[in-house]
């Protein structure tokens, strides 16, 4: 999918992701400062993937040039600050041109805090990019151009900020729709708020008791068939799934001694649909999150979750599955301008079966891994390769892939 920019401490330019491959992302770096708190840039990538629409023993490679424009910015007004980051790109196909699309990202915050103790963020956050031409859950894999819509937005109220107990209060909203009606069931709306209570026993240790409730929907999702006298064909019928969701969590956050820290939940959660009983969930989840810099030259980082579908992937949840998910992170500052990354996960996705409602047993195992390196030739010029192979393991034989996927992209910022 096409790229992303975030930033270190504001900005990581992600670029030339390619739209329908595995994640390919060569990345660069770029920061404001108090005198130039702004920056425009420009970045133009190439890459080649072996797998386009990641099908079953096919071959349907191509190659994609990217061509982006970035700016944003970065501003503190007295004990405000703000931020504003913005990626558009053109992605071009040099075989499969119905593909040619433009991608977008675009993200805001807004850091604010009074004289007293108050303090708190709003955000805002819309993506557009071509969707995965083989997401799975009961949808087979579609050959034409799909594009995917994120908009999110959230705002976040702290009570403490420099004492042992804190009170938060938080809202957020998210919506996600695409083009292609095969897709329609993945389509969703939900409002989640949430309330916590931190505790700091330990200037290293900070826990946390938050309960959350979500109210949510799928718009169109599928039900049954239906026959169209106009076309002669069965349609498929659709009607709103609304949905709930309450979590009680227990959160952890633990410097372990300034070069690492632990980063624990554990949730008891509950989730209910009005169209599917067989839908619903109940039980415990929960994420483990751990990072640790060794020496000023290496990073290293672990994640591993347990969640339903919507919750830990970009999926939205299949009936009553479950997601498992591993991620390893690395890098390592080989001089002060290069450094080599690397990455692995993998996410398993299991649906228990019922004989009663005629549900088989399922299951989804996708495994990915990345090898990059960027080259930093000055503050405002960059150049990232990246490789990355990507594959998947499913019940479903035609959910079965593997593809692969290699570019480089270079990026020119004004300050």
Same mark, same amino acid.
């Given at each position: 999918? *096409?790229?992303?920019?975030?930033?270190?401490?504001?900005?990581?330019?992600?670029?030339?992701?390619?739209?329908?491959?595995?994640? =390919?992302?060569?990345?660069?770096?770029?920061?404001?400062?108090?005198?130039?708190?702004?920056?425009?840039?420009?970045?133009?990538?190439?890459?080649?993937?072996?797998?386009?629409?990641? !099908?079953?023993?096919?071959?349907?490679?191509?190659?994609?040039?990217?061509?982006?424009?970035?700016?944003?910015?970065?501003?503190?007004?007295?004990?405000?600050? +703000?931020?504003?980051?913005?990626?558009?790109?053109?992605?071009?196909?040099?075989?499969?041109?119905?593909?040619?699309?433009?991608?977008?990202?675009?993200?805001?915050?807004?850091?604010?805090?009074?004289?007293?103790? =108050?303090?708190?963020?709003?955000?805002?956050?819309?993506?557009?990019?071509?969707?995965?031409?083989?997401?799975?859950?009961?949808?087979?894999?579609?050959?034409?151009?799909?594009?995917?819509?994120?908009?999110?937005?959230?705002?976040?109220?702290?009570?403490?900020?420099?004492?042992?107990?804190?009170?938060?209060?938080?809202?957020?909203?998210?919506?996600?729709?695409?083009?292609?009606?095969?897709?329609?069931?993945?389509?969703?709306? !939900?409002? %989640?708020?949430?309330?916590?209570?931190?505790?700091?026993?330990?200037?290293?240790?900070?826990? /946390?008791? +938050?309960?959350?409730?979500?109210?949510?929907?799928?718009?169109?999702?599928?039900?049954?068939?239906?026959?169209? *006298?106009?076309?002669?064909?069965?349609?498929?019928?659709?009607?709103?799934?609304?949905?709930?969701?309450?979590?009680?969590?227990?959160?952890?956050?633990? $410097?372990?001694?300034?070069?690492?820290?632990? $980063?624990?939940? =554990?949730?008891?959660?509950?989730?209910?649909?009005?169209?599917?009983?067989?839908?619903?969930?109940?039980?415990?989840?929960?994420?483990?999150?751990?990072?640790?810099?060794?020496? /000023?030259?290496? !990073?290293?980082?672990? !994640?591993?979750?347990?969640? %339903?579908?919507?919750?830990?992937?970009?999926?939205?949840?299949?009936?009553?599955?479950?997601?498992?998910?591993?991620?390893?992170?690395?890098?390592?500052?080989?001089?002060?301008?290069?450094?080599?990354?690397?990455?692995?996960?993998?996410?398993?996705?299991?649906?228990?079966?019922?004989?009663?409602?005629?549900?088989?047993?399922?299951?989804?195992?996708?495994?990915?891994?990345?090898?990059?390196?960027?080259?930093?030739?000055?503050?405002?010029?960059?150049?990232?390769?990246?490789?990355?192979?990507?594959?998947?393991?499913?019940?479903?034989?035609?959910?079965?892939?593997?593809?692969?996927?290699?570019?480089?992209?270079?990026?020119?910022?004004?300050?």
């Amino acid at each position: 999918m *096409p790229t992303k920019p975030h930033r270190l401490p504001c900005l990581r330019a992600a670029l030339a992701v390619l739209a329908s491959a595995t994640a =390919l992302v060569p990345s660069a770096q770029a920061q404001t400062d108090d005198t130039t708190p702004f920056y425009v840039g420009g970045s133009l990538g190439v890459s080649h993937v072996s797998n386009v629409f990641r !099908q079953t023993n096919a071959n349907n490679s191509d190659t994609v040039m990217s061509t982006g424009l970035l700016a944003g910015l970065d501003q503190r007004f007295g004990r405000q600050h +703000v931020t504003v980051d913005g990626l558009l790109q053109n992605n071009r196909y040099s075989d499969n041109r119905d593909l040619n699309n433009q991608s977008y990202t675009l993200r805001s915050a807004l850091a604010w805090q009074t004289v007293g103790n =108050l303090s708190g963020t709003l955000s805002a956050a819309s993506s557009r990019a071509l969707a995965d031409f083989n997401i799975g859950n009961g949808v087979d894999p579609i050959f034409k151009k799909n594009t995917e819509r994120n908009d999110e937005y959230a705002a976040l109220v702290r009570l403490g900020v420099l004492t042992r107990y804190s009170v938060e209060a938080g809202w957020t909203h998210k919506e996600r729709e695409f083009s292609a009606v095969e897709y329609d069931r993945f389509a969703y709306r !939900q409002d %989640t708020a949430q309330m916590g209570v931190y505790a700091t026993p330990g200037g290293n240790v900070r826990l /946390g008791l +938050v309960g959350r409730h979500t109210k949510g929907q799928y718009p169109r999702y599928p039900v049954g068939l239906i026959f169209n *006298p106009d076309t002669l064909k069965f349609e498929i019928r659709t009607e709103a799934d609304d949905y709930t969701r309450n979590d009680f969590d227990f959160t952890t956050n633990w $410097n372990t001694g300034g070069s690492s820290t632990l $980063n624990t939940r =554990l949730s008891r959660s509950h989730l209910k649909h009005s169209l599917d009983s067989l839908r619903d969930f109940s039980g415990t989840t929960g994420a483990v999150g751990w990072t640790w810099r060794p020496t /000023g030259k290496i !990073q290293l980082g672990v !994640q591993y979750a347990r969640d %339903t579908g919507q919750e830990s992937t970009s999926q939205a949840t299949d009936v009553n599955r479950l997601y498992t998910s591993w991620r390893l992170t690395g890098s390592y500052a080989l001089t002060g301008k290069l450094t080599l990354n690397a990455s692995a996960n993998r996410n398993r996705s299991h649906r228990a079966g019922d004989p009663s409602a005629k549900l088989a047993e399922a299951f989804d195992s996708d495994q990915a891994y990345s090898l990059g390196m960027s080259w930093a030739f000055s503050r405002g010029l960059s150049l990232s390769c990246q490789y990355n192979h990507a594959s998947r393991d499913s019940s479903v034989p035609q959910y079965v892939y593997s593809a692969s996927s290699y570019g480089c992209t270079g990026q020119a910022i004004v300050y």
